[in-house]
């Protein structure tokens, strides 16, 4: 899956919105920790955004890769 950084960005944004609207809300605390940092890091990098989502999963914890797997779905389904 091939996504320019502001495609990324938008998909955060919706996915945080559903997390809002859908999820209790120690889950979506939860999500816009891990993701929020993401989307700063997708501004400031030179990378595209896909590869650093793959570095910040690789260093993530149990919790964490967890949001970030569940994002990826929602990114197959969007």
Request: charged share 30%.
């Amino acid at each position: 899956m091939k996504l320019s950084k502001g495609e990324l960005n938008k998909y955060i944004d919706l996915y945080l919105s559903d997390s809002y609207d859908y999820d209790s809300d120690d889950a979506y605390i939860i999500n816009e920790n891990v993701l929020k940092p993401v989307k700063k890091l997708i501004l400031e990098s030179k990378t595209d955004g896909m590869t650093l989502l793959s570095e910040v999963y690789s260093r993530a914890n149990t919790r964490d890769k967890a949001v970030i797997d569940d994002f990826i779905l929602y990114l197959k389904n969007a």
